[in-house]
C-alpha cells in the first residue's frame, strides 16, 4: 500500500495554528509534534510551567477541541476521508504499529499520523490489554467480532500446538464467515492475527500460543526441536546443529547440541546418536526397554513380528534386537518359537 497522499507535518501545523501558544506547545511536547519527536509526558510538562498533571490534561483536551471546532479542522477533511480509507482497506481493525508503519513514511512522520487520528472522529483506539495490543477501528462491531474469533483460535491451541500459516489463516476465516464478503484476502487477515498477544509465529514461519517455547525460541533446545520437527523424521545430532545453524544462523556447538537433547523430554534416544521427538510416539528407553514394553503390551509375538515393532521405535540393526532378545532373565523363547516377557 502507499502512504498517504498529503504531508502530515505540513497539515498538523496548520491545525495547530489557530491556538494560543502554550496550548500549542502542551500539544506538540505530548504527541511529539515539535523540533524533536521525543514526547513528554504529563509530569514533565507541568514542571516545565510549574502545573499539575491534571491541568496539563486540560490544557490538552482543550487544544484538541478547539481544533476540531475550528474551520481549519473542517477544511481538512479530505485529510481524515483519506485516513479512514486507508483504515478500511487495511481492515478495519489494525494495531497501532502495523497501522503507523502503512501510513507513514518514516519515524518522525508516525507522530504527525498518530496525532491526525487521535483528532479525526471516524477513529477509535483500544488500549493494549493482557491479550491484545494497541489497536485502531472504524467499527465496534467489526473489531468485537475479530477479538472473539481470535479468542476462540487461541482456547483451541494445545500448549505445543504448531499450525501452517495456511491453517491459522483458514481458521480465523472460517470464525470470521460473516466479514468473510468484505474483508477476505490473507493480508487484512493477517493484520488482524496481528492485534492479539496470545497467538504468535516462530522463526519458521508456524504458528501458536505465544508463550510456547516452539513459538518463543530462546534458547538451543527450542532452536533443536523445531530444527528436527521441520525435517519430519529422526536426525543425527551433528545434522541438529547444522541445522540450526543453517534455518535460524544460530551458532550451535555439536557437543553442546548433544547435551541439551538429552536432556530435553521432548527428544527420544532413537539409534546411535539419532534423536526422534517423543511426540511422534517413539518410547524412551534402551532397546531392551522396548522389547519389554512392546511384548508387555501385545503378548507373545515371532521374531519377526518383534523386529518389525522394534524398527518403527529404534534404528538398530535386527542382529542388535536379536542379542537383547537373548536375556534370559527378562524374555522367554516359547516352544512355537515366538517370545514372551518373563513374569
Known amino acids: 500500500m502507499n502512504v498517504v497522499t498529503f504531508k502530515p507535518k505540513q497539515v498538523t501545523k496548520k491545525l495547530l495554528s489557530i491556538l494560543p501558544d502554550r496550548a500549542r506547545d502542551v500539544l506538540e511536547k505530548r504527541y511529539g509534534l515539535g523540533k524533536t519527536s521525543a514526547t513528554h509526558t504529563l509530569e514533565s510538562i507541568g514542571k516545565t510551567y510549574g502545573i499539575t498533571r491534571e491541568r496539563v490534561r486540560q ?164 532452536y533443536a526441536y523445531l530444527a528436527v520437527k521441520r525435517h519430519g523424521s529422526p536426525m543425527h545430532f551433528r545434522e541438529v546443529a547444522e541445522a540450526i545453524q543453517g534455518l535460524f544462523e544460530k551458532k550451535a556447538h555439536v557437543a553442546t547440541t548433544h547435551n541439551e537433547l538429552i536432556k530435553d523430554p521432548r527428544f527420544v534416544l532413537v539409534g546411535r546418536g539419532l534423536y526422534a521427538l517423543t511426540e511422534w510416539g517413539y518410547s524412551a528407553g534402551v532397546v531392551k526397554d522396548v522389547l519389554r514394553d512392546i511384548l508387555v503390551k501385545a503378548g507373545p509375538l515371532t521374531r519377526d513380528e518383534i523386529i518389525d515393532r522394534v524398527r518403527k521405535e529404534r534404528y538398530v540393526k535386527d542382529n542388535t534386537i536379536v542379542v537383547n532378545l537373548q536375556d534370559p532373565s527378562i524374555f522367554k523363547k516359547l516352544p512355537d518359537g515366538s517370545y514372551m516377557v518373563i513374569e
Not at 103 to 125: C, M
Not at 151 to 180: K, P, Q, W
Not at 191 to 217: C, F, H, M, Q
Request: proline letters at 3%; glycine letters at 6%.
Open 59 to 222: 490544557i490538552e483536551n482543550y487544544g484538541l477541541q478547539s481544533i476540531r471546532k475550528s474551520d481549519i479542522y473542517a477544511e481538512q477533511q479530505g485529510v481524515f476521508e483519506e485516513l479512514r480509507d486507508a483504515l478500511n482497506t487495511l481492515g478495519g481493525v489494525v494495531s497501532e504499529d502495523e497501522l503507523l508503519d502503512e501510513l507513514a513514511p518514516d519515524a518522525s512522520t508516525r507522530n504527525h499520523v498518530y496525532f491526525l487520528l487521535v483528532l479525526g472522529d471516524p477513529f477509535y483506539k483500544n488500549r493494549e490489554n493482557t491479550s491484545f495490543r494497541h489497536r485502531w477501528y472504524l467499527e465496534r462491531k467489526i473489531l468485537d467480532q475479530v477479538e472473539s474469533a481470535l479468542a476462540t483460535i487461541f482456547e483451541s491451541l494445545t500448549e505445543d500446538e504448531l499450525v501452517s500459516e495456511e491453517e491459522i489463516l483458514g481458521r480465523l476465516r472460517t470464525e470470521l464467515a460473516d466479514l468473510a464478503a468484505q474483508y477476505s484476502d490473507d493480508a487484512v487477515l493477517r493484520r488482524w492475527l496481528g492485534i492479539t498477544k496470545e497467538i504468535d509465529r516462530n522463526p519458521l514461519g508456524e504458528w501458536g500460543p505465544a508463550t510456547s517455547p516452539n513459538v518463543r525460541a530462546k534458547g538451543i533446545r527450542d
